[in-house]
């Protein structure tokens, strides 16, 4: 593994751990420390601690931060409270997207988690953008680290170590708390399809943090998950995925991402493109979900087929661990993606059946 | 059965000679790299075959593998049980985790192959 790659304040404990690590977008990560589908089946029984500090965190301050992040993301940010987060897209003139990112406002100041592989584009657009606005933007990635506990008992483990009543935190809110006496971030977010949280804390306490997590956790039944089973749980949440179902050649329509768009609200870039497509050319395509017969994997680039006419393209997929079934997101031409349509997936050269089906795969019991 | 008894190829799977026929499956280490076997794709008995083509797949939640002859001959038996449960190629990859059997012309073609020793020693280079 090269030496160049970023390490997280915990890559010395994913190692000693059983931890296979990869190169992701420029830093070293553990994929698993065991076995891809154990980890899955943890988070959705039991509750499994993510190293997620990779992801970018940008934080911006001054008079005009909210007034900018305005103008650069598709969501309303003006009206979120203090603790509130918001889903959002950062698109280009012509409406592509460049990532998906969650606004979170504080008390002081507006922080934007992004996509590690985007991480410097974004750094970069934001700063292009930036000249007319009185804001200032720290990138903290390097100076925090950030974890995810998820799973049905991710709350009753944290709220061991917390005198915050976590019932108080809702999904999609932040509260500033301290754990261990150290200070953090804290929020209902997640990219499991489970009930849990996202801590951000100072980078020189995230392994303690951590350690501490594992071994109150032992009673839980926690277990450490890597990337390889963010990847299943969160296709099974049937959640898009920069690089797979988005990319900047795809507009936040035809990846059904409207929840994350506010036309009517103030000017964003990408918002002329994307009235645009809504109102006048209208989208080509939409993001389904493929239920394939059997177990075999319809991985990215393999073509959706109707009889001999390619229809669309899978951009990610993957065997279902609560299915026991091979499922898959892509895209598909819109005569072909009503819930049921038959059709095959072309899995190196063999032609597999497979039915367009609702989205998501998987969705948690709620109390 | 002795993984002693066995040659190795340099893409993971062993061989093992027993009169004219060549039983073949995929090593622990291979296994234990791909983790999370979903999927297996054989060959059908009556297919002939050649060293180094590919004659099955494998698949596991990260990736698909291809199971590559370390002979040339003729599949006379598939272990159809793996099919319906890979769990034998996790629990006893050299016994009840075969893959394969081929009937074989020229049993020479089992020198190429790795003792368990120079296999070890990939292994080895490989994991690190």
């Not at chain 1, 399809?193 to 995230?206: A, Q, R």
């Not at chain 1, 091979?326 to 497979?354: N, P, Q």
């Not at chain 2, 039983?23 to 059908?44: C, H, M, Q, R, W």
Request: proline share 2%; charged share 25%.
């Amino acid at each position: 593994m090269s030496d160049e790659l970023l390490k997280t304040a915990c890559n010395g404990w994913h190692v000693g751990n059983g931890g296979r690590m990869v190169d992701f977008a420029g830093w070293s990560m553990p994929v698993q420390y065991t076995s891809i589908i154990e980890e899955h089946e943890a988070v959705r029984n039991y509750v499994g601690l993510f190293d997620i500090a990779h992801m970018g965190r940008l934080k911006f301050t001054g008079n005009d931060a909210c007034a900018f992040i305005d103008r650069i993301v598709t969501n309303d940010v003006t009206a979120i409270l203090p603790g509130q987060i918001r889903y959002a897209l950062v698109t280009n003139d012509q409406g592509g997207i460049l990532d998906d990112v969650l606004v979170y406002r504080l008390e002081d100041c507006y922080m934007m988690v992004v996509n590690a592989s985007n991480r410097i584009k974004i750094l970069d657009w934001v700063q292009q953008h930036q000249s007319e606005f009185d804001v200032k933007i720290e990138d903290q990635t390097i100076s925090h680290f950030m974890l995810a506990l998820q799973g049905p008992s991710a709350e009753k483990l944290l709220a061991n170590l917390m005198d915050l009543n976590l019932e108080d935190i809702k999904y999609y809110y932040s509260v500033s708390s301290s754990i261990l006496g150290y200070p953090v971030l804290i929020s209902r977010t997640g990219y499991t399809g489970e009930d849990g949280f996202e801590i951000i804390i100072e980078n020189e306490h995230g392994l303690e943090l951590w350690e501490t997590l594992i071994e109150k956790g032992s009673s839980f039944n926690i277990k450490a998950a890597g990337l390889g089973c963010r990847d299943t749980l969160r296709l099974e949440a049937a959640m898009p995925l920069y690089g797979h179902e988005m990319d900047e050649n795809r507009d936040p329509l035809t990846a059904g991402l409207s929840f994350g768009i506010r036309l009517k609200a103030g000017d964003f870039i990408g918002k002329e493109a994307l009235l645009s497509i809504k109102n006048e050319t209208g989208i080509q395509q939409k993001r389904v979900g493929i239920m394939l017969d059997g177990k075999r994997i319809a991985r990215e680039g393999s073509s959706i087929m109707n009889k001999d006419k390619q229809v669309g393209e899978i951009t990610s997929g993957t065997f279902s661990p609560t299915l026991q079934k091979a499922i898959a997101m892509g895209y598909i031409e819109k005569e072909f993606s009503d819930i049921g349509t038959d059709l095959e997936v072309d899995i190196r050269g063999k032609r597999i059946a497979a039915k367009v089906v609702s989205l998501p795969f998987y969705s948690r019991k709620k109390n | 059965m002795s993984s002693s008894d066995l040659k190795f190829a340099k893409s993971h799977e062993w061989a093992k000679l027993d009169g004219d026929v060549v039983t073949i499956g995929i090593s622990k280490f291979a296994v234990n790299l791909l983790t999370d076997l979903v999927y297996i794709e054989l060959p059908a008995v009556g297919d002939s075959v050649s060293s180094g083509v590919s004659i099955g797949e494998i698949e596991s939640v990260k990736a698909v593998s291809d199971i590559y002859s370390s002979v040339t001959g003729e599949i006379v038996e598939i272990n159809d049980s793996l099919e319906e449960d890979l769990g034998a190629l996790t629990e006893d990859p050299y016994g009840k985790g075969w893959i394969v059997k081929i009937k074989i012309a020229d049993p020479s073609e089992l020198d190429q192959l790795m003792d368990q020793k120079a296999y070890d020693e990939l292994c080895q280079s490989e994991a690190h």
